[in-house]
């Protein structure tokens, strides 16, 4: 970490009038729907039902076993059709599993459904499991884990900051399901044995902030607290720094917290109350590259260009395909991949070119890192190949959120030398 640290963050102008104040849109599926049969970094998935089979949506299809339980559910019903192997949103071919739509949309009860309340801590960390509640934040990692090893924990942080520039999801979701956000909160409190619970929202959204205070105004040491609107407000190192004013090594529990998104607090809701699993998404369409911007509602394994057609199509011949936020996402060079459980957005752009100069060594990278890093020496050790200076300038620390090429005047992508470091550093190691 830099000796001299700089601001660290960035306000970032937005757009998210797009889309913040338009009812959600819901996305019908077509033929079919393909699953991917991925979790984060595993991708040795037990696939639970035969080929010609007979699914609905809420059936188990598939689970995860390889270092943590992680199930996963049909979104439509139908018949199984097999596995084929897709581009995936994370950039590499994954299997997925196809199942055809016969439109009648048959839904089963996937589990029972429990009462946190009167459940104690263990069962409903085994719920959390089973129900297969990954972080709906972008990372997709099982959430259960956070809370099984959990002790000594001061602040259950619930981040509904959203700090992309274009992204609205969790604004619009937590205002509809506020029975569910409610009831996902209170259960994951129970589980992390937390003092209190701060719901992290953005100052400019008071009217949020407001409305979450007045659902748990019953509900001592729960409350909403704003936070400033910069970037990356969202990521929980951030987060924890703004409302501990404390640092961590590796995870947020070394300083006593505990961190999870607001739409995984809805999906947990869903679980609990009503047996539901993750077999929809809300996300947000959005950019100037997409006719008709739109928070929509969409069945996990449906195609992004099913999606973009609902949102009235591309707004230009040329344009930029994000899955995920302009900032963190990554581009996709067609729109044949489908919607995840930990997609929060679609954002469309118009591929426009732009001239860069070469490096005027501003360090203005440096001063903007929020992991402190200085982005500028690790390119000049990727352009040297200087692995051990990659590993001392610790490139692998680096979460990828973009705000290093944002800030740069000379409008270099330095989040990319850095990318190319950590993929030199993962290739040695291996």
Request: with cysteine; net charge neutral.
């Amino acid at each position: 970490m830099s000796l001299f640290k700089g601001p660290m963050r960035q306000h970032i102008e937005g757009f998210k009038g797009l889309t913040n104040k338009k009812d959600v849109l819901e996305v019908q599926p077509g033929k079919e729907v393909c699953i991917p049969l991925v979790c984060g970094a595993v991708t040795n998935i037990d696939i639970l039902v035969k080929e010609g089979g007979h699914v609905c949506i809420g059936t188990k299809i598939a689970q995860c076993n390889e270092g943590n339980v992680v199930p996963i559910y049909a979104s439509v019903s139908g018949t199984v059709k097999g596995t084929k192997k897709l581009m995936h949103a994370s950039l590499r071919p994954q299997e997925h599993l196809v199942i055809e739509n016969d439109g009648k949309y048959e839904k089963i009860q996937s589990f029972e459904p429990v009462d946190y309340e009167t459940a104690d801590r263990e069962s409903l960390i085994d719920f959390m499991m089973n129900a297969g509640i990954i972080g709906l934040g972008g990372a997709g990692f099982p959430s259960y884990v956070k809370y099984k090893f959990a002790k000594d924990v001061k602040m259950l942080i619930i981040n509904a900051v959203e700090c992309e520039p274009f992204i609205t999801a969790d604004y619009r979701t937590i205002q509809e399901n506020v029975k569910e956000f409610r009831t996902g909160v209170l259960a994951m409190r129970k589980m992390a044995m937390a003092k209190e619970v701060s719901i992290a929202i953005k100052k400019t959204h008071q009217d949020l902030i407001d409305f979450v205070n007045e659902a748990f105004k019953n509900d001592e040491g729960v409350k909403a607290v704003g936070v400033p609107d910069v970037y990356p407000m969202g990521w929980e190192r951030v987060l924890v720094r703004e409302l501990l004013h404390k640092e961590y090594e590796k995870l947020p529990i070394e300083v006593g917290a505990i961190v999870n998104n607001a739409e995984t607090a809805i999906a947990f809701g869903e679980a609990l109350l009503y047996g539901q699993a993750i077999t929809h998404r809300i996300l947000t369409v959005s950019g100037h590259g997409v006719k008709e911007p739109q928070n929509v509602k969409v069945p996990v394994g449906v195609a992004a260009s099913e999606v973009v057609a609902a949102c009235g199509g591309y707004a230009f011949d040329e344009v930029k395909l994000i899955a995920g936020g302009p900032m963190m996402g990554k581009t996709i060079v067609n729109d044949q991949f489908v919607i995840d459980r930990n997609m929060n957005a679609l954002t469309v752009l118009e591929n426009k070119p732009y001239d860069s100069i070469s490096c005027l060594r501003c360090g203005q990278c440096s001063d903007h890192c929020p992991a402190g890093l200085q982005p500028v020496r690790i390119a000049q050790a990727v352009k040297t190949n200087d692995k051990s200076a990659m590993e001392r300038l610790c490139a692998m620390d680096c979460i990828e959120c973009g705000l290093c090429t944002y800030i740069c005047p000379s409008r270099l992508d330095v989040t990319e030398n850095v990318r190319k470091a950590k993929r030199q550093l993962a290739m040695a190691k291996k």
